[in-house]
Every structure is written in structure tokens, then in C-alpha cells.
């Protein structure tokens, strides 16, 4: 069934539907392999790039982080001052009670221009050193300050709380301005009493600025919409590259702490319904995790891109590529469609439908042979229509030169019996009809003659056969005159009144009849109606008339077989005659020709 259906497409259909197959098909075929290939490809480029700036941030953070660590163990450990009494444990040891005053200020002195020593705007901004609130410099407020001072801070509660050595400290956990914007970040650390560690005599917190962080943590976010943020071990944000964001995930403390532990490679999480890709790995000698969140729909948009970039291209291609299919099937198409409407044309009975076509490809090739057939058609119907002509011509004539005889015989037999007669008047008449009836007869060698003349021709028949049947004969004529200068084959209707005659009313034996000649136009065709109130024709022999001569057994010799072949002949298989009888009233003949208005006029 799809065979049939497809071998009954136009050729055009079969063109096209053929390209979509193996041009636009494929090439759907190859985009989606394409997209889905270069998706994967930009996918793991995205996460690759990600994972590189996020390795490289880390390890300038946990480099620039390391510094800091580094001050403070220097710092809190000192036990290396070349003066066995001015180092910064030995100092802090003291007891307030023997510290006399000017060694305080002399030791305060110290500690000032020890701590500045470290401090610069790169690394460090401010240490801070928390000493006994005894101590005549613990109100100093620059680099010392009393231990007061810290009371009601957030790292000093964790201190006391976790016995903690070191702690990384948010801006939340600092006690400075804490309505202010955060600036700061600390590393505290507690400096032990070398003679009982498990006791503090003083902090030392080493402040950086928080910008410095926020600004290396800016460039691990090479993808819209990422962002990167760093939290410490109890899920308490640091410093982020977008607080919005922050917001947008709703990224609590617990929150938080959970993701802290993917420490792989990039993993696709949900985030509260937002699809991501997020890596977090913990920084060396902090209690800080570093963590970044791609969201997914930042990836798509960019395989939207390329998707829609593709969709782009292939409906260029598949609409550059269909174009030329079709201009090329048309093109083809064209032509031969051209050629097969000729060729309909000549079925129709055209020849006169010559295709112009230049090229020299196989269609031009098979139009030009079109062409050549054609005039070889035209020349050899030519021949053949004049040869038929003379056969036809030849036909007609045959079949008119059987004009029986034996009416000629009978005709000078009655003229001969008249003068035996002295019947010198009946026998002018019968001389002028019969001489008026071969005139016509005649007609200068022409096939046609005009209906009048038919006409005529007819009266002058029936006049003849009156004088023999003793005027037994009624010839009525009722055509309307419009008719008469119309062309029509010369003796048709004697024969059909012979057998009118002959077979009807004589046929119903010693008594009179009439005969009725009616017509009419219609259609550019004429019908004229022959009819007699004879004894009919059985309903039997209706359809046999024309194919056996019955008017042959009474030697009408011109029988109506022949008339109707001669109508045939002359004008076409639509016209002839018919026959309408219904036995003992009568017979009706129907003689059907074409209007052609005689080339003499009227003649006689």
C-alpha cells in the first residue's frame, strides 16, 4: 500500500519528499547529535574552567591565609627575643602586683613598636593584643587593650567555651562597632602561660581586612550567576561574592554546614528546587571552607545559545537547501509536466502543440524527438487524410452509382405504354420530371446539394410514382424555409420514400397513403422527419435495418443501409439515421445532419 501510495505522488511530491529524506532529515539528525554533543562538551568545559579558577583562588587564599597563621604563631609563641626580658610571654607573665610602673611603660613601649612591626595594609591591618586588665597599659587602646574590653565578644565565649588554641573569626564574632558594616576578619589566638598551659595570659587577634578576601574570592565566578561564598565549621558565612544570592538559596547555618562536606569535584545538588553544581573544599589550617554554586539554568542558558544558534543554521540550510531541491525538481518537473499536457492534447486530437524548449539535456532531448513525432504525425495523417479522402470520395460514389435500374426501366416502360396510348400530355410530364429528377441527380458531378433541392428532387420522385400507382401517393411537405439554403448528400431521401412506398403503404396492399417531410435546427445540427402512415416495421427488424438491406428483396437498389453509411462517411458517426415504427401505423425516419449552409445558395 505505501508502494502504490508513493508511485501514485506527482513527480514533483516524489522530488521533494525524496530531498526531505536525505537532506532535511539529516541534517536534523546531525544538529541533535551536534547539540547534545557540544552541550556535554561546554558542559564539562564550564565545570573544568569552574574548577580551575576555584583551585587557583583557593590556593592564593589559603596562601594569603597562611601569612596570617604564620604572624600569629610568631607572635604568640615568641619565646626567641635576645633580652631574656622582653619577649611577649615573659611580659604577659608577669604577676601586676611586683610590675612596677616604669617597667610596664617601658614594656609597653616595646610591645607597641613589636606588634607595628607587622602590621601593613597588604596582609595584616591591626594586631590587637588582650592582656590583665591590671596591667597600667591595658587601656592603651591602639595595640593593647584590657581584656574587658573583649567581654562581651563572640570569639572570647567561644574561647572559654572550647579551650580552643586558635579561632578563625567571622566580622559577627568581632566586638568592634558590631552595627556597623563588617570590615574585618581575625585569626585569635590564645598565648598560654609556659609554666601551666592550661591557663590564658593574654589573646592575640591578628585583623585582616575582609575586602582583601571578598576581592580573590570574586574571581573563581567565571559563569552568570554563580557565586562563591566561605563559611566556617559552624556554617556561619565569612565573606560571599553576592549576598543576594546568599538570600535567593536561603543558605542557613545548617544549610550550610550540609554542603560544606562535598569536598569532590563539582556535584549536581538541588538547592531549594534550584538545580546546581557546587564544590567546597576546606581551607589549610582554618576551620573555613571555600564553596562554590554554579546554578544550572546559567549552563543552559549558554546550550540554549548554541541550541537556538543551531536551529538557526539549520532552518538556513534546510530552507537554502529545499529552495534548490525544488527550483531544481521544477525545472524538471516543468517540463516534462509541458510535455505530458501535449501529449493529452494529441490524445484529444491536437497536433498542433509544439513545445519550445532550448536546453540539450535528456528532457530537451525527449521534447525535441516530441517534436520531430509530432510533424512526422501531421504529414503522414495528412497522407493518410487525403488518401482516405480518395477512398472515401471513390466510396461514395460507389455507393451512389447503385441507383437500381430497374426505376429507370419502369420508368420508360410506363412512357413507352402512355404513347400506346397517345397519352402525349401525360407523357411531356413524365419526360420533364424524369429529366428534372436526373438533373438534380447529377448536380455537375457534386456530392451536395441544398435541402430545396432535396426537396425538390424528392417531389419529382414521388410525382413519377404517381403517375405509375395512379396518384395513390400524398407528398406532404412542412420545413420551414430557414432550412432550405442548408447543404445536405444528394439523394438521401428518395431512397428513404422508395421504401416508404414500396414497403409501407403498398404494403398495406390496393390503398392511399401520404408521406409527411418535417425538420427542424437545433444545436447546429438539422433533423429532418420522414414519416408515412405505411404498415410499419415489425419490432424485430427495427434493429437489423441497418445491417441487412431488407429493401433489397423488392429491388429499391438503394437501400437504407447505404444511406446512413454515406451520412457516416460524410459527416461523422454522430449523424445518420434512426428509425421509429410501430407496426400497422406507420414509420418514422430521422435523418440527422449537420447545419452547413449550401456553397450555391439556392439552385433551381
Request: with cysteine; charged share 25%.
Amino acid at each position: 500500500m505505501r508502494r502504490i501510495k508513493f508511485s501514485n505522488l506527482k513527480l514533483m511530491q516524489k522530488f521533494l519528499l525524496s530531498y526531505f529524506m536525505l537532506i532535511i532529515i539529516p541534517l536534523i539528525l546531525l544538529s541533535s547529535i551536534t547539540y547534545k554533543t557540544v552541550s556535554t562538551i561546554l558542559e564539562t568545559y564550564i565545570t573544568s574552567a569552574t574548577k580551575q579558577a576555584f583551585e587557583q583562588t583557593y590556593s592564593f587564599l589559603s596562601y594569603k591565609l597562611y601569612r596570617v597563621n604564620d604572624v600569629s604563631d610568631i607572635i604568640s609563641n615568641d619565646n626567641n627575643i635576645t633580652t631574656i626580658d622582653s619577649n611577649l610571654i615573659t611580659i604577659l607573665g608577669k604577676s601586676p602586683n611586683t610590675y612596677p610602673i616604669n617597667e610596664q611603660i617601658k614594656d609597653m613601649f616595646f610591645l607597641r613598636k613589636y606588634l607595628s612591626s607587622y602590621e601593613n595594609d597588604i596582609d595584616i591591618s591591626n594586631l590587637k593584643l588582650y592582656v590583665n586588665n591590671d596591667f597600667l597599659y591595658s587601656n592603651e587602646d591602639y595595640n593593647m587593650f584590657s581584656l574587658n574590653k573583649a567581654k562581651n565578644s563572640k570569639w572570647l565565649t567561644i574561647f572559654k567555651e572550647n579551650k580552643t588554641r586558635n579561632l578563625w573569626c567571622p566580622s559577627s564574632y568581632l566586638e568592634d562597632k558590631p552595627n556597623s558594616s563588617p570590615k574585618e576578619l581575625s585569626l585569635v589566638s590564645a598565648i598560654k602561660n609556659p609554666n601551666d598551659f592550661s591557663k590564658d595570659i593574654g589573646f592575640l587577634r591578628v585583623d585582616f581586612k575582609k575586602s582583601m578576601v571578598d576581592d580573590i574570592i570574586k574571581k573563581t565566578n567565571s559563569v552568570d550567576g554563580s557565586f562563591t561564598y566561605i563559611q566556617n565549621s559552624k556554617g556561619v558565612i565569612v565573606s560571599s561574592t553576592d549576598d543576594s544570592l546568599i538570600a535567593k538559596y536561603n543558605l542557613n547555618n545548617t544549610l550550610t554546614t550540609s554542603l560544606s562536606s562535598n569536598t569532590q569535584n563539582f556535584q549536581k545538588l538541588t538547592i531549594n528546587n534550584n538545580k546546581c553544581l557546587l564544590k567546597s573544599s576546606l581551607i589549610n589550617n582554618t576551620d573555613w571552607y571555600m564553596t562554590t554554586i554554579i546554578p544550572y539554568d546559567s549552563i543552559l542558558v549558554k546550550i540554549k545559545f548554541i541550541r537556538n544558534t543551531l536551529i538557526l543554521l539549520l532552518s538556513i540550510l534546510g530552507t537554502i537547501a529545499f529552495t534548490l531541491a525544488y527550483y531544481f525538481s521544477n525545472s524538471i518537473t516543468r517540463r516534462i509536466t509541458k510535455l505530458n499536457k501535449s501529449m493529452r492534447q494529441v490524445h484529444n486530437g491536437s497536433l498542433e502543440t509544439y513545445i519550445k524548449d532550448s536546453s540539450s539535456d535528456e528532457i530537451g532531448e525527449l521534447i525535441d524527438n516530441y517534436n520531430f513525432m509530432i510533424t512526422k504525425m501531421v504529414i503522414l495523417i495528412d497522407e493518410q487524410y487525403k488518401s482516405g479522402k480518395e477512398v472515401k470520395n471513390a466510396e461514395l460514389k460507389a455507393l451512389q452509382a447503385q441507383i437500381n435500374p430497374h426505376f429507370l426501366y419502369n420508368t420508360l416502360d410506363m412512357i413507352n405504354w402512355m404513347a400506346f396510348k397517345d397519352m402525349n400530355k401525360e407523357i411531356s410530364s413524365a419526360v420533364k420530371s424524369l429529366a428534372g429528377f436526373y438533373k438534380i441527380s447529377l448536380n455537375k458531378g457534386k456530392s451536395k446539394v441544398s435541402i430545396k433541392d432535396e426537396l425538390t428532387h424528392a417531389s419529382l420522385y414521388v410525382d413519377i410514382q404517381n403517375m405509375r400507382y395512379s396518384d395513390r401517393i400524398k407528398l406532404t411537405i412542412d420545413l420551414p424555409e430557414e432550412l432550405y439554403r442548408y447543404s445536405i448528400l444528394k439523394i438521401t431521401l428518395q431512397p428513404i420514400l422508395e421504401n416508404s412506398i414500396s414497403h409501407g403503404i403498398l404494403g398495406r396492399g390496393n390503398v392511399c397513403g401520404e408521406i409527411i417531410i418535417s425538420g427542424k435546427l437545433e444545436n447546429n445540427d438539422i433533423t429532418l422527419y420522414v414519416k408515412d402512415d405505411g404498415i410499419g416495421i415489425p419490432e424485430d427488424k427495427i434493429d437489423k435495418i441497418l445491417t441487412d438491406d431488407i429493401s433489397s428483396e423488392t429491388g429499391s437498389g438503394y437501400g437504407l443501409k447505404n444511406i446512413d453509411k454515406r451520412l457516416k462517411l460524410s459527416y461523422g458517426e454522430g449523424y445518420g439515421l434512426t428509425f421509429k415504427s410501430q407496426y400497422g401505423h406507420g414509420t418514422t425516419v430521422e435523418i440527422k445532419i449537420p447545419a452547413t449552409v449550401h456553397e450555391d445558395g439556392f439552385v433551381l
